[in-house]
Structures are given as structure tokens and as C-alpha cells.
């Protein structure tokens, strides 16, 4: 069986997640793969635009995390 290794990135807006997760790709290639929390926000067809405009996406009530895991 293959070793796998998990790297989890966390941090703030414009902390450099999105930087250090391109570099990584650019050092490790085909063998890396990312999964991005930011692809599973949870949806909200019920609501409108507008009010959906008013949803803080910034919390982590926002993701859906079973759906991602």
C-alpha cells in the first residue's frame, strides 16, 4: 500500500492559502491532488439572490463538510 500524505492549509482572507497550495502543485505535480473547501458551500436555492447576498460565507456554518468528507 501507498503512504498518503494530508496537507490541510487554514488561515484568513489573503493569507496566502491559495499561494502556498499553487506552489506545492508546482514542486509535487501529478501526485498531489487538492480538494478545496471552498467548492462545498452549501446551497441555498430557497432564497433569492438578494438575499443570499446577505449570507456571511466567511463562517463555518456556510460549508457543507459532511458533503466534502
Known amino acids: ?5 494530508v496537507i490541510g492549509i487554514a ?13 506545492l ?4 505535480g ?6 478545496s473547501h471552498d ?8 432564497l433569492t439572490y438578494e438575499e443570499r447576498c446577505l ?3 466567511d463562517e463555518p456554518a456556510a460549508f457543507d463538510t459532511d458533503l466534502m468528507v
Open 1 to 5: 500500500m501507498e503512504d498518503i500524505l
Open 39 to 46: 467548492n462545498y458551500y452549501k446551497r441555498h436555492d430557497e
Open 11 to 23: 488561515g484568513g482572507s489573503g493569507s496566502g492559502k491559495t499561494t502556498l497550495m499553487k506552489n
Open 55 to 57: 449570507l456571511n460565507y
Open 30 to 35: 501529478d501526485v498531489a491532488t487538492v480538494l
Open 25 to 28: 502543485l508546482n514542486k509535487f
